[in-house]
């Protein structure tokens, strides 16, 4: 079978009208900086790079080094290129602006540079997430609220999970796609076209840990599962947990499922754990073009007008019929009041 790389991909996809060359050039150029990420993390305790940086980041969480190798990399590499306006990263409290000695381009670019990061000294897999959208006309300067637009807006969005294999899951509307990097080519290959995630599944992820802190219907619905074949629900499930979503995501697109991060009464104050803009919006758009569904468990991820540029909600995502169940248990109660 002839190979197709992603920069084949692209131009294909731009003669097809689905994406312009700004945009297509954007996405090559974060592809290419997650290839120098991939690079650091390969290299583990060799490159010196594992632990933590001694400082946190805008959250209050502690950074790792290679939370700020990879938000490095990442603006590095997007300052020069003339596609972007500006960027805005988990690790940033505000969006950085494109340097006066490079052109300004449309777009605005929102990454976590390196998402599940307290998995890198244990040598689990862990992803950069990003979401892309357009910079409003007129706006020569882009401040956070320009940041603020709901996710049905993201012209693209993607991520790169840093496994035993670095593979890019990519959409911007047409479909989700995964490319594979060729290491001794340095080249993202096409690996799956038109990524269908099944409607039905038997498996969840979620950190149970969380359990006796969860709303009502959510105790409801994971005890449901819980019971298996004897409960309401008359099948076994399995549960699966990485602590990376984009591992945890990553399996979905392949073999269906569903993720939770559901509100609880922990981190009920801040919203939810996940961050709306770069972590919960993009893995929506890109679980919806592959056919399943992304809600806070009660509407809709990528409906929300967002308040915030780290604001943070609720995650309900994957196989769409089970979505669909979780979701309605929490709507039906909210209603019952
Ligand atoms: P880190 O980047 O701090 O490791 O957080 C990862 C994450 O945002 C997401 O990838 C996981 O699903 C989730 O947090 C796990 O969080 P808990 O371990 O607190 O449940």
């Known amino acids: ?134 910079c409003p006309d007129g706006v020569t300067e882009p401040k956070a609220e320009h940041f603020l637009q709901p996710g049905t807006t993201q012209l693209a969005a993607g991520y790169v999970v840093y496994g035993p294999a670095t593979v890019l899951v990519l959409t911007f509307g047409h479909g989700t796609h995964e490319f594979t990097l060729d290491r001794e080519v340095g080249s993202f290959i096409l690996s799956r076209r038109d990524i269908r995630i099944p409607e039905e599944t038997a498996e969840f992820a979620i950190n149970m840990s969380n359990q006796r802190h969860w709303e009502t219907p959510m105790q409801r619905y994971i005890g449901e599962l819980l019971a298996g074949v004897d409960g309401p629900r008359g099948k076994d499930f399995n549960m699966r947990w990485v602590a990376s979503m984009v591992a945890d995501v990553h399996r979905i697109i392949t073999r269906g499922g569903v993720f939770f991060y559901p509100l609880d009464a922990k981190i009920k104050a801040k919203g939810g754990k996940l961050r709306l803009m770069y972590e919960a919006n993009p893995m929506a758009f890109i679980i919806e073009q592959a056919g399943g569904a992304a809600t806070t468990g009660r509407e809709r991820i990528m409906g929300l007008q967002p308040t915030g540029l780290h604001q943070r909600v609720p995650v309900f995502l994957g196989s769409r019929k089970e979505v669909e169940v979780a979701t309605h248990y929490h709507v039906e109660a909210d209603r019952a009041g």
């Open 1 to 134: 079978m002839k190979s197709i790389s992603l920069i084949q991909f692209l131009i294909e996809e731009r003669r097809a009208g689905h994406v312009n060359a700004e945009l297509s050039l954007l996405i090559e150029v974060v592809a290419r900086a997650c290839k120098r990420i991939a690079v650091a993390t390969n290299k583990g305790a060799l490159g010196g790079v594992l632990g933590d940086a001694g400082t946190g980041n805008i959250q209050g969480e502690a950074q790792k080094k290679l939370d700020v190798i990879s938000n490095e990399i990442l603006l590095e590499a997007n300052a020069w290129g003339g596609q972007l306006a500006a960027c805005a990263s988990e690790e940033m409290e505000d969006p950085q602006p494109i340097p006066d000695m490079y052109p300004k381009g449309h777009h605005l670019l929102l990454f976590d540079p390196l998402d599940g990061s307290s998995n890198i000294d244990v040598n689990i897999s862990v992803g950069t997430i990003f979401s892309i959208l357009r």
